[in-house]
């Protein structure tokens, strides 16, 4: 398959006509610079001259094992070709562009990064010398298999038990219950033949808590499942049913002392245990995968929005003036209101992304030398950022779905697909309510060590009883952002002396805690986006100094429009804590309405920058030529009722309807 720009229709070409910045530049910082653009593109390019890679059929028309099969062909091809030529596996996750083909679900996907993340971040220098490099060759494939039946949520709920044998100096790995039947594991169903597992750890009749075990689950050769191990798949579900989610029972199963993950806690040959530094450093692969949630989120959305803007460009619907021509949708405001605020989410959060990633390298260098106090920070972050990316690219990709029209209801226009892949990110790697009430608590606690004088960490630091009064015009961006602060500081301080109250009232802080955790998630919520409000803001004033007037000018409107969007979503809170009052919120309307008019005219260009090409947004209604109709009509043409005139089901049964005489 050769990349062929084709001519676009009239509608894009005066749109890009339009254009005022360098769309290249914008490409590059999206990307975090000029080489990692290129990059991305030389992998583009070689995959996209690997016509295996894509499907001829849907897989909406294929059989549930077909479907399962085709995603593992490509998966494999995928893994191969970027071996072929130089790539690393990370290569393609850190640059989205293997993801765009296999987002039916991926087989291979937990492997290349819970797995592979596991064995690299648990694993002491033996267990990483043998286990690596027959992961990263796939001579052996695993999953992260820690979710029952009976938890998700709570991983100290779990019942799978890890048993130490001292006398034959093995662990018995056995699930007591149905409910502790492993149940979710992306690829254990059919594709894994290990899985690095999270059981309870038992030494002479006593619990340690969950630990990390790698077991193997079929045999290398054969693929059969080994003796003492059950393992199937769970059945279709919502969205990425190509991937084969699995059900996991042990019966008495034994493994060597060994396969004990024994980086941060260990047990010795004679069944002693040694603490770790951190009672939660086995969650480590958990926070990995939730930064990466963020970026890929951010991906996810990017997508859903560059199908909706350029198709609202292109299609033309009702009388804006009576009489005129029908205007294209991106005209009404009311379509300006529904995409545009998105798009400046989805740069908030691209903003965001890089900046947790930093926070997590400099804790994980840490974490090298013993260094464990950046760990709760990092914690609430990540669980903050992956809750507010995913929850905004569900709703923004639902949002661009809808402004999309019926046709938007295709599947050919992708839109279902990216929608019910991302959907899942709200409750995978930790429910988004549960992380909201992990954030909750560390806001809580640094608000009352802030009350006792002790310094906060950075994140948190705004939350001092005392901060410094903002000297920026309320206007001016510094201004409002100071604004949300002040709005997160009320709002956590209310929830403190709520909670304070009902303590002090009789009940306990667990029954308080409940009782305000509706606040509580509010609170964390607030705290998140004001942090990335606060990176949005920072990233573009950084890049002021490096970039053209016509990029800066782009990013200041966006980031704009994302704060004022926030305020006015937050104007209740605003205006009980006296942040801002009418006049301001009136003013911040209006602004809003004109910023999106602006920032219309430059929509279809921007989308552009985000340079995604047409083989993987895959969408009817997205491609670069804008030549929505004929590819809708086309794509209809390959539904399996349309190989005959007559179906099999009009003689089986609509006819024998129409004869009997009822
Ligand atoms: C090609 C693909 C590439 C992929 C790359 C990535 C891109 C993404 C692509 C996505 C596609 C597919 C991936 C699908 C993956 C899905 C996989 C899964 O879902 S795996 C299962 C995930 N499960 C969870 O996330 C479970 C959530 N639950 C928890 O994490 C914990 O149970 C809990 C944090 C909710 C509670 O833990 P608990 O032990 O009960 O702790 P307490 O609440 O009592 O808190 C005590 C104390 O500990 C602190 N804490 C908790 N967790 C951590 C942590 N991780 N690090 C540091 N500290 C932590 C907590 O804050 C408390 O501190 P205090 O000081 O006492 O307040
Ligand atoms: C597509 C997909 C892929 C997955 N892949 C994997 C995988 O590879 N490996 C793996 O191990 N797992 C995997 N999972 C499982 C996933 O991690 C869990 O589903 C997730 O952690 C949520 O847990 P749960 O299902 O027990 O939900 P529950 O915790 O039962 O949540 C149900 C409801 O209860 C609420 N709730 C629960 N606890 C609290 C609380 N403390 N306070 C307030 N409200 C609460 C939640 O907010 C939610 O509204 C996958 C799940 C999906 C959907």
């Known amino acids: 398959m050769s990349v062929v720009v084709p001519e676009c229709c009239d509608d894009l070409k005066r749109e890009r006509g339009r254009c005022l910045f360098n769309k290249e530049e914008l490409t590059n910082i999206l990307d975090g610079g000029p080489k990692l653009t290129e990059k991305r593109r030389r992998i583009e390019k070689m995959l996209i001259n690997t016509p295996e890679l894509f499907d001829d059929v849907s897989p909406d028309y294929l059989s549930h094992e077909d ?3 085709n995603e593992l062909r490509k998966a494999t091809q995928l893994m191969t070709t970027l071996e072929k030529n130089g790539f690393t596996y990370n290569d393609a996750v850190t640059t989205g562009t293997g993801l765009w083909l296999l987002m039916d679900g991926n087989p291979l996907s937990l492997h290349i990064s819970m797995f592979l993340d596991t064995i690299k971040g648990q694993s002491n ?28 949520t709570f991983v100290r709920g779990l019942e799978t038990t890890a048993t130490y044998d001292s006398t034959t100096k093995e662990f018995v790995l056995h699930s007591p219950t149905i409910t502790a039947t492993k149940w979710w594991p992306g690829a254990l169903g059919k594709t894994s033949n290990h899985a690095v597992v999270m059981a309870q750890l038992y030494l002479g009749g006593k619990c340690y808590g969950p630990h990390i075990f790698m077991v193997q689950l079929r045999d290398l050769e054969t693929h059969r499942t080994l003796p003492g191990i059950v393992v199937g798949e769970i059945g279709p579900r919502l969205g990425m049913n190509s991937n084969d989610n699995g059900f ?29 530094l951190h009672s939660k450093l086995s969650y480590g692969t958990m926070v990995q995968t939730r930064v990466g949630i963020v970026y890929h989120a951010s991906r996810e959305l990017s997508r859903a929005l560059i199908i909706a ?11 804006m003036v009576p009489g005129d021509p029908e205007p294209q949708i991106l005209d009404y405001q009311t379509q300006q209101y529904k995409l545009l605020p998105h798009l400046a989410s989805f ?61 938007g209801y295709l599947s050919s226009s992708n839109l279902p697909r990216i929608y019910t892949a991302i959907a899942a990110g709200i409750t995978y790697e930790g429910e988004n309510t549960v992380l909201f009430l992990q954030v909750a608590r560390y806001l809580i606690k640094s608000f009352r060590a802030s009350s006792q004088g002790q310094t906060l960490p950075f994140s948190v630091s705004y939350l001092r009883v005392q901060p410094p009064s903002s000297h920026a015009p309320l206007m001016s961006d ?42 509580l998630v509010q609170c964390a919520d607030a705290h998140t986006r004001y942090y990335i409000c606060e990176q949005f803001v920072d990233a573009v004033s950084k890049l002021g100094e490096t970039v053209s007037s016509g990029v800066h000018e782009v990013l200041r409107q966006l980031c704009r429009l994302y704060i004022l969007h926030r305020v006015i979503q937050t104007a209740g809170i605003l205006l009980r804590c006296g942040a801002v009052d009418g ?41 670069w030529d804008g030549n929505v109709y004929q590819r809708i009509y086309e794509e209809a043409q390959k539904s399996p009722l349309n190989k005959s005139d007559v179906t099999q089901g009009y003689y089986q049964y609509l006819r024998p309807l129409m004869k009997a005489n009822l």
């Not at 997160?488 to 009940?507: F, I, K, N």
């Open 125 to 152: 220098p033996q267990q990483l010398q043998e286990w690596l490099p027959l992961a990263e060759k796939f001579k052996i494939i695993g999953t992260y298999a820690q979710t029952e039946l009976g938890h998700g």
């Open 248 to 276: 996991l029972q042990f019966n008495h199963h034994r493994i060597p002392l060994t396969n004990m993950f024994m980086k941060h806690s260990q047990v010795t040959e004679d069944g002693k245990y040694v603490k770790p």
């Open 67 to 69: 479907r399962y099969s």
């Open 309 to 319: 803007i350029r198709y609202s460009a292109v299609r033309h619907q009702s009388e």
């Open 583 to 623: 006049k301001a919120l009136t003013s911040i309307e209006e602004e809003e309405c004109h910023l999106l008019a602006t920032l219309r005219i430059q929509a279809v260009s921007i989308v552009d920058a985000i340079d995604i090409k047409d083989v993987f947004l895959k969408s009817t209604l997205g491609a």
């Open 478 to 519: 510094r201004g409002l952002v100071d604004a949300l602060g002040a709005g997160v500081r009320w709002m956590v301080g209310e929830a403190e002396r709520r909670l304070q109250q009902l303590v002090d009232s009789g009940h306990s802080p667990h029954a308080a805690w409940n009782a305000c955790s509706v606040h």
């Open 347 to 407: 740069f908030a959060l691209r903003f965001s992304a890089r900046a947790l990633l930093e926070v997590f390298i400099g804790t994980s260098a840490g974490l090298g030398s013993g260094k464990m106090n950046m760990l709760p920070e990092l914690h609430a972050l990540s669980s903050g950022l992956k809750a507010v990316a995913t929850n905004d690219a569900v709703k923004g990709t639902d949002i661009c779905r809808l402004a999309c029209g019926g046709h």
